[in-house]
């Protein structure tokens, strides 16, 4: 049986590229045979392996191309693990924002770090020598937090929760906390044909497997539907409207949303293609400006498959300042304006059309 040339293709593979190019390397091969994740080992500084289900071991990224084939055409690289954007850059970069913390200056580390002596030791180390230290909570280091639910108000669990942290003496002393937040894709179907196929090729090819999979690369993209970009938008904006809407009250000092590249385009539609004011670098959302929370922030980010790592090195494309009020404006003020104008005639012109093919004779007079 021919098999159809797939669209979507598991794009990492725990932590390295397969697709569109191949770069695994004898090491990459044997951190894959181990199932370790190369993000949260080291976050947590010991291996750990992918806490993924068997169904979706190993899968970090999806890369979908227009039209299909080996590697041709457009790429897009949609997040399907929240792992694979713990890394020092984006969260450092998340701490810049959040806390208008200077670059290069702030360290990030997993709260639960700090139950190990030498982890407390380094932190010492680094504060002494002027660096800002951050701890933050998230749901495999130390435990996702959030706020519970009331008669008037739902439950709501922040993906990172950021808190600077000092020593005063022995006692460890923090901050306002932060929220980082990060949007992963949701995809129909299950990896589950391209993760065994990628699997058995690994079992019986050893540590040939990179160049047999470069000749195989329909392994990767077995049976994987496409990604589910409507519902992306819809599961997010309330969430993180209640978020944004935290910056800078109370003990929060601001909250970042990171948005991989390929899902910020396709929030375009959804928010009318809005427009912005560049200042020093960060683009200023219209109706952003001074009555809205002043850390409320969407750092657009992407992987450098050109950096020659692997790993490949995260870093943030784009960082936009937004309201909760300029949100909702686009969203439920703008949107429906440019259907109104775009589209009212022709559903008139469809409804019309439609019907005649059933029964000729119709005309359409509203009332």
């Known amino acids: 049986m021919t098999r159809l040339t797939p669209r979507n293709y598991v794009g990492e593979w725990y932590g390295h590229r397969i697709y569109p190019a191949v770069r695994l390397t004898g090491s990459s091969v044997d951190d ?41 055409g457009d790429t897009a690289d949609w997040l399907v ?5 713990l890394t020092p850059s984006l969260l450092n970069a998340a701490v810049g924002r959040v806390f208008l913390a200077q670059a290069g200056r702030v360290l990030a580390i997993p709260a639960l770090n700090l139950s190990r002596a030498e982890c407390v030791a380094r932190m010492r180390t680094v504060s002494s020598a002027g660096a800002k230290v951050f701890l933050f909570f998230q749901a495999k280091m130390g435990g996702e937090l ?4 009331t ?10 929760t950021l808190v600077p942290a000092a020593f005063v003496g022995d006692t460890l002393v923090l901050g306002r906390y932060g929220i980082f937040e990060v949007q992963t894709m949701d995809f129909h179907g299950s990896y589950r044909s391209a993760v065994k196929a990628l699997q058995s090729g690994l079992d019986l090819h050893g540590r040939d497997f990179p160049a047999v ?38 003990d929060c000092a601001g909250v970042a ?48 498959r050109s950096s020659g790592g692997s790993p490949e090195h995260i870093s943030v494309d784009r960082t936009i300042h937004v309201s909760p009020r300029s949100l909702l404006k686009a969203a439920f003020d703008d949107v429906p304006a440019a259907i109104e104008r775009n589209s ?18 119709t005309e359409y007079r509203p009332r």
Not at 33 to 58: D, H, M, W, Y
Not at 81 to 85: D, Q
Not at 271 to 277: A, E, T
Request: glycine content about 12%; hydrophobic content about 35%; charged content about 20%.
């Open 81 to 85: 693990c929240p792992y694979r954007a």
């Open 344 to 361: 009212t005639q022709g559903i008139r012109t469809l409804i019309l059309a439609r019907m005649r093919t059933i029964y000729p004779k």
């Open 257 to 304: 949303l990171g948005l991989p590249s390929a899902v910020w385009r396709s929030w375009q539609p959804h928010l009318g293609g809005p427009s912005f004011k560049r200042n020093k670098g960060i683009d200023m959302m219209k109706g952003s400006g001074r009555t809205g929370p002043k850390s409320s922030w969407i750092l657009v980010f992407g992987s450098r």
């Open 146 to 149: 959030g706020i519970a639910g």
């Open 213 to 250: 999979l470069r000749g195989n690369l329909e392994w990767a993209g077995r049976e994987i539907e496409g990604p589910n970009v409507a519902n992306v938008f819809k599961r997010t904006f309330y969430q993180i409207i209640l978020k944004f809407s935290l910056a800078g009250h109370a």
């Open 151 to 160: 008669d008037v108000s739902p439950e709501m669990s922040f993906d990172v």
């Open 32 to 72: 894959i045979r181990s199932r370790k994740c190369p993000f949260l080992s080291a976050l947590s500084e010991q291996v750990r392996t992918c806490i993924k289900p068997e169904n979706s071991q190993g899968v970090c990224t999806i890369t979908t191309t227009a039209t299909g084939g080996r590697g041709t």
